[in-house]
């Protein structure tokens, strides 16, 4: 596996963060004399249109700036009380790492939010770099953050023999299309792929990515 280059998805497909989300999101909307949502409910909402989020956690038809604040400053304490990686993933890194594959996560959650989260986890050792949507202009599933992570392994080679995309969610596979590198489809996350966007591969667990790749 060497002269492979893996980039990870962050949440639902490395790290199981619904919890600590979920309670993040139900603090904003309790200062805002809304109902709690359920774990069901804010997955099914934040794996829909980004341009629909707003209107569907607060009721506004943008992410006002006193919301996004108070979202960050509660998630910054509460991302790290329930993170934990997904069965598999810790040996599976592991495993790739032995075998010379190279490592990063590219998130749509703030880099800060990221390292903390996967470090957390204990596995945040495993990747040369963790990015997120802080770093580029426009976040997945454009392939900014793609071709960032290709620039910082020294101009990367960026094809569909040697690199690839494992994330949960239409916006990571749309991310590797728009890359034109190959992509897996983790399907034990929470979210699902467009038939615009079919990923290359679909993997039933984490460990299944090994033979994917080998």
Known sequence: MAGKLLIFDMDGTLVDTRYDITTSINYVRNLKNMPP????EVLE???????????RLYNTDSYLPEDRAVFEEHYRAQCT???????????????????????????????E??????????IDHFFDYIIGACKVNSPKPDSEMIHLIGKLY?????SCKSTYIIGDNYTD??????AGITSIFAKWGYGTFHDEAKPHYQADNFREILEIID
């Open 81 to 111: 009380k329930n993170a934990a990686p997904f069965e598999g993933v810790a040996d599976t890194l592991e495993a790739l790492k032995k075998a010379g594959a190279k490592m990063s996560v590219a998130t749509n959650a703030p880099t």
């Open 45 to 55: 909402i934040i794996n829909h249109k980004r341009e629909e989020l707003a209107k």
């Open 113 to 122: 939010f990221g390292e903390r989260i996967l470090k957390a986890a204990g």
């Open 37 to 40: 949502l359920t774990q069901s």
């Open 173 to 178: 596979i749309t991310a590797g299309k728009n």
């Open 154 to 158: 020294n101009d990367w080679h960026i």
